[in-house]
């Protein structure tokens, strides 16, 4: 049975970090590309950062350069570190199996003062 668990999320002021996880069990880890998804109030859920099985990794435009995307083979976990967090990127954040119908439950990052 697979499975995708976030964790992390949380209530943060602007300019500040939080770091989700993703943990997975169900499939083999190692062989699969992973991704996390966000999707704000009223919009469509849309791909924030993607990680390849070899490590490669790509970043929405507006999040380039502020999020981290990394993974531990070890844990069969995918993380998120997100620094200089703005209000926009309120969101539901959810984790992904690239390519298939598996989503996480999904966690919500509030950015307000």
């Known amino acids: 049975q697979v499975q995708l668990v976030e964790s992390g999320g949380g209530l943060v002021q602007p300019g500040g970090s939080l770091r989700l996880r993703c943990r997975t069990s169900?499939?083999?880890?190692?062989?699969?590309?992973m991704e996390w998804y966000r999707q704000a109030p009223g919009k469509e859920r849309e791909v924030v950062a993607q990680?390849?099985?070899?490590?490669?990794?790509n970043y929405a435009y507006d999040v380039k350069g502020r999020f981290i995307i990394s993974r531990d083979n070890t844990l069969n976990t995918v993380y998120l570190q997100m620094n200089s967090l703005k209000p926009e990127d309120t969101a539901v954040y959810y984790c992904?199996?690239?390519?298939?119908?598996?989503w996480g439950q999904g966690t919500q990052v509030t950015v307000s003062s």
């Open positions: 992904h199996r690239a390519g298939s119908e598996y």
């Open positions: 169900g499939f083999i880890f190692s062989l699969n590309a």
């Open positions: 990680i390849s099985t070899l490590n490669v990794v």
